[in-house]
């Protein structure tokens, strides 16, 4: 899993039907100080999750289909499953 | 999942079984501003897209799960046509007015 930001939704009309009314966003990778690390990429929303929020995203599509119950043919793979209070690092 | 923006028209007359009438097409991931984030590659095709089209995609094992049948050799599959991206300087397709 990764923590990451949300940075924006994003929709699309013409989408696989496994996408059919779940709402998109792109997110930011974040590292443990909360600055941008990495490429951002696209995540499916489950914990309503809104622009600017630190969340929790799996990136693993077995996890996914557990998630979602719909079978086993589900083309996702990066759903947000938290959104994150804080992290600690045990620095300044 | 990752954004992309369609480059090209695959061709290959032969092809591994499983691959027979799948469209490929070769997708630039781009970040949401539509700057380059890595390698062109090839990917299939699931809802029509065309060259220029910003569109996202799907990796690893979820790209076969995008096809019909799902058990097939492929690692990257387009399965959404972005109409827009709520942030500054949004990307966007290419080769159209907005």
Redesign the interface.
């Known amino acids: 899993m990764k923590c990451c930001r949300v940075?924006?939704?994003?929709?699309?009309?013409?989408?696989?039907p496994?996408?059919v009314g779940r709402s998109?966003f792109?997110v930011q990778p974040l590292d443990e100080r909360g600055l941008d690390a990495g490429?951002?990429?696209?995540?499916?929303d489950h914990v309503q999750a809104g622009?600017g929020d630190k969340v929790l995203v799996l990136t693993e599509?077995n996890g996914?289909r557990q998630i979602l119950a719909m079978g086993?043919?589900?083309?996702?793979?990066?759903i947000i499953v938290g959104i994150v209070d804080h992290v600690e690092t045990g620095q300044p | 999942m990752y954004l992309g923006i369609v480059k090209g028209t695959l061709v290959a007359e032969r092809k591994t079984s499983g691959l027979e009438g799948k469209k490929l097409l070769l997708v630039q991931p781009v970040d949401e501003h539509g700057a380059p984030t890595g390698d062109i590659q090839a990917a299939v095709d699931t809802v029509q897209a065309g060259v220029g089209d910003l569109v996202y995609l799907v990796g690893s094992r979820e790209a076969a799960l995008a096809c019909d049948p799902t058990f097939v050799p492929v690692d990257a599959a387009i399965v959404g046509i972005v109409d827009g991206i709520d942030v500054d300087r949004p990307a966007r397709a290419e080769g159209r007015t907005p």
Do not use: E, N
């Not at chain 1, 940075?7 to 696989?16: I, L, Q, R, T, Y």
């Not at chain 1, 086993?72 to 990066?78: C, E, Q």
């Open positions: 940075v924006g939704p994003m929709w699309a009309a013409v989408k696989h496994a996408y998109l792109v490429t951002s990429f696209v995540a499916i622009v599509g996914v086993d043919g589900v083309p996702i793979r990066s």
